[in-house]
């Protein structure tokens, strides 16, 4: 049976830095100081490896689509080649300048295109920027998709709610007025823009909203 | 809607500047809604305690650990740190 632990985190930099409490507990019942009580409390660093142990969520911005959910390959390692990322697959050929979808992979995740055109290949080096050394025996499983659309040109398909895409439509007008030195049309399209968020957002809670002082409020 | 009607919406033809809007608009969008959310499960390494986001997050939502407070396997909330901890890590900058 597992063990309860308890951990907390906080962010470093561009990385999250995850710490677990360590407590030594000295009720030793042989002691004639027997009692309730710690010798030790402190937050440190993991104390022990967890097999899938974190679990972030996370939202990001849908600029691809995938058309086929089973184009996927596994990925074995990654390296660095000539200062970008070099990946360990299956062999199989690629196109320079075909765009991949990684998961699975913490930091890689996300729209890699390729570099250089491939046959029957196990390496295939990606335009990512990468200097750093060797890494594998990853116990999650880490793959990429080669079937995927991306926001290239006016042939994408925007994978957006009809309403919050109307209101892309303002955003852009936005920018485009703020361009042209057209403030008070920017602010004017940046307001609609935000008001049609807001009526999107309040369009999924159904019901009274009410906002209550906290318990030690002053009353 | 393909971006072509977007842009005709918009009232622009300058297709590489309304991509480089739209993709910032993606974002926008989701840093004030969430329309489009991941869950990631990464390796908790003994003695390592810094680990890398991905690259293409825009918002983070949460953070989950498993066992954290109980012993069923549960994936559970983890508190943030208001201040960091004493002890530090090798790998602290």
New interface residues.
């Given amino acids: 049976?597992?063990?309860?632990?308890?951990?907390?985190?906080?962010i470093?930099?561009?990385?999250?830095?995850?710490?677990e409490k360590d407590v030594s507990f000295d009720n030793d019942v042989d002691s004639k100081d027997y009692g309730p009580g710690a010798s030790r409390q402190?937050?440190?660093?993991?104390?022990?490896?967890?097999?899938?142990?974190?679990?972030?969520?996370?939202?990001?911005?849908?600029?691809y689509r995938v058309n086929d959910l089973d184009a996927t390959e596994s990925i074995s390692s990654y390296e660095e080649d000539s200062g970008r990322l070099k990946l360990t697959i299956s062999a199989s050929s690629h196109t320079a300048d075909d765009w991949l979808l990684i998961?699975?992979l913490?930091?890689?995740?996300?729209?890699h295109q390729v570099y250089a055109t491939t046959s029957s290949s196990n390496k295939l080096v990606v335009k990512t920027k990468y200097n750093g050394g060797a890494v594998q025996g990853f116990?999650?499983e880490a793959t990429y998709n080669k079937d995927i659309s991306v926001?290239?040109?006016?042939?994408?398909?925007?994978?957006?709610?009809?309403y919050?895409?109307k209101?892309?439509?303002y955003?852009?007008?936005g920018?485009?007025a703020e361009?042209a030195g057209e403030l008070k049309l920017r602010e004017y399209a940046m307001r609609e823009f935000?008001k049609m968020?807001e009526k999107?957002?309040n369009s999924r809670i159904s019901g009274l909203r009410i906002t209550s002082s906290g318990s030690h409020a002053i009353r | 809607?393909?971006?072509?009607e977007?842009?005709e919406?918009?009232?622009?033809n300058a297709?590489g500047?309304?991509?480089a809007?739209?993709?910032?608009?993606?974002?926008?969008?989701?840093?004030?809604?969430?329309?489009?959310?991941?869950?990631?499960?990464?390796?908790?390494?003994?003695?390592?305690?810094?680990?890398?986001?991905?690259?293409?997050?825009?918002?983070?939502?949460?953070?989950?650990?498993?066992?954290?407070?109980?012993?069923?396997?549960e994936?559970r909330s983890?508190?943030?740190?208001i201040h960091?901890?004493?002890?530090k890590?090798a790998n602290?900058?």
């Fill in positions: 049976m597992a063990t309860s632990k308890q951990y907390a985190w906080y470093e930099g561009s990385q999250i830095a995850i710490v402190r937050w440190e660093s993991p104390q022990s490896s967890v097999t899938d142990g974190l679990e972030v969520k996370y939202v990001y911005a849908p600029t998961t699975g913490d930091r890689w995740n996300g729209l116990v999650n926001l290239e040109d006016e042939s994408f398909e925007l994978d957006l709610p009809l919050l895409q209101a892309l439509v955003y852009i007008r920018k485009l361009d935000k968020i999107y957002e | 809607m393909k971006v072509k977007l842009m919406r918009a009232g622009t297709t500047r309304a991509v809007y739209v993709k910032d608009g993606l974002e926008e969008i989701n840093m004030l809604t969430e329309t489009h959310t991941r869950l990631e499960r990464f390796d908790i390494t003994e003695n390592q305690r810094f680990y890398t986001l991905p690259n293409e997050m825009v918002k983070m939502i949460d953070i989950r650990v498993k066992n954290h407070l109980n012993s069923k396997d994936y983890i508190p943030r740190m960091q901890p004493q002890t890590d602290d900058s």
